[in-house]
């Protein structure tokens, strides 16, 4: 993950707060926000009120940085007082959305759009409002996602598929390395336990161009033209090549997702 101490930043529903502790001890920004989608009882609750208590502390000590809980970035009216306009950095530490219910709950949902629609429903939305309300239009625009590196995360399409009608485009891709972070604990989305660490990378959004930051980050090969960008997979250098690669399995499951995403953009974009 890329960070500059003179940037200001706002977290995305940082679970226990732990990353944005870190950010702030490791990284000094010049301002941060951090938001929490639970309210101060549930963060109690789930994981205690270590990280919460110690922002409170530095806002009464007049640092520059806040904390804002029972924020859902998908609806406005639960933004609480996050400034408008304000960042050059946002960023959403592995997204997910909370489990399904019951199993009539899960069949209902089913009937409408798939999981795989959802989250990138949910990673979709955050970058609209990333560039529309959060991001300073005088700033340096960018949004970053930081997801794992394996299924279902990879199904998601990050590199290609959100920034669709959106005014920023995808800039590339490094690697989240845990260490520059020490004290982050990755938590689960409805559990106070710990994610087990895995590979993960962090995906850059912005509408301006960025040459000396790009350069620091990868353009994945497989977003070529001669590359299957779905399934990771390519060079194809021959047409019969690319249609047995198109009758696998695999390619057809990642279509369907595809397919699925298609029809909720033109259902919510006239």
């Known amino acids: 993950m890329i960070i500059q101490p003179d940037w200001r930043i706002l977290t995305i529903g940082d679970g226990d707060l732990s990353f944005s502790r870190s950010l702030w001890l490791h990284?000094?920004?010049?301002?941060?926000?951090?938001?929490t989608y639970d309210s101060v009882t549930d963060i109690k609750a789930k994981y205690g009120l270590q990280h919460w208590q110690y922002f409170k502390q530095q806002q009464q000590q007049g640092k520059p940085?806040?904390?804002?809980?029972?924020?859902?970035?998908?609806?406005?009216?639960r933004w609480g007082d996050i400034p408008q306009q304000s960042f050059d950095l946002v960023i959403f530490q592995f997204p997910l959305l909370p489990a399904i219910g019951s199993a009539e709950q899960y069949q209902q949902l089913q009937q409408t759009m798939s999981i795989n629609t959802l989250n990138r429903r949910l990673l979709h939305l955050y970058l609209k409002h990333c560039f529309e309300f959060f991001l300073d239009p005088e700033g340096l625009?960018?949004?970053?996602?930081?997801?794992?590196?394996?299924?279902?995360?990879?199904?998601?399409?990050?590199?290609?598929?959100?920034?669709r009608r959106?005014?920023?485009?995808?800039?590339?891709?490094?690697?989240?390395?845990?260490?520059?972070?020490?004290?982050?604990?990755?938590?689960?989305?409805?559990?106070?336990?710990?994610?087990?660490?895995?590979?993960a990378r962090s995906f850059y959004w912005s509408s301006r161009?960025?040459?000396?930051?790009?350069a620091?980050?990868?353009?994945?090969?497989?977003?070529?033209s001669n590359y299957c960008r779905m399934c990771r997979s390519g060079p194809f250098l021959t047409e019969s090549d690319w249609q047995a690669h198109c009758a696998t399995k695999r390619h057809r499951q990642l279509?369907?997702?595809?397919?699925?995403?298609?029809?909720?953009?033109?259902?919510?974009?006239?």
């Not at 940085?65 to 009216?77: F, G, Q, S």
């Not at 161009?209 to 790009?214: D, E, G, K």
């Not at 995403?261 to 919510?268: E, G, I, M, Q, T």
């Open 255 to 270: 279509q369907a997702f595809e397919q699925q995403w298609d029809y909720y953009l033109s259902n919510h974009y006239k």
């Open 27 to 35: 990284h000094q920004p010049k301002f941060l926000c951090a938001t």
């Open 141 to 163: 625009q960018l949004a970053c996602i930081t997801s794992k590196d394996v299924k279902p995360y990879r199904d998601w399409g990050l590199e290609y598929a959100l920034e």
């Open 65 to 77: 940085c806040r904390v804002i809980n029972d924020v859902d970035l998908t609806a406005a009216d």
């Open 216 to 224: 620091l980050l990868d353009m994945p090969s497989y977003l070529k």
């Open 209 to 214: 161009a960025h040459s000396q930051l790009q």
């Open 166 to 199: 959106l005014p920023g485009q995808f800039i590339g891709a490094c690697d989240f390395d845990l260490t520059r972070f020490p004290g982050y604990q990755m938590r689960n989305v409805d559990r106070s336990g710990q994610v087990k660490s895995t590979d």
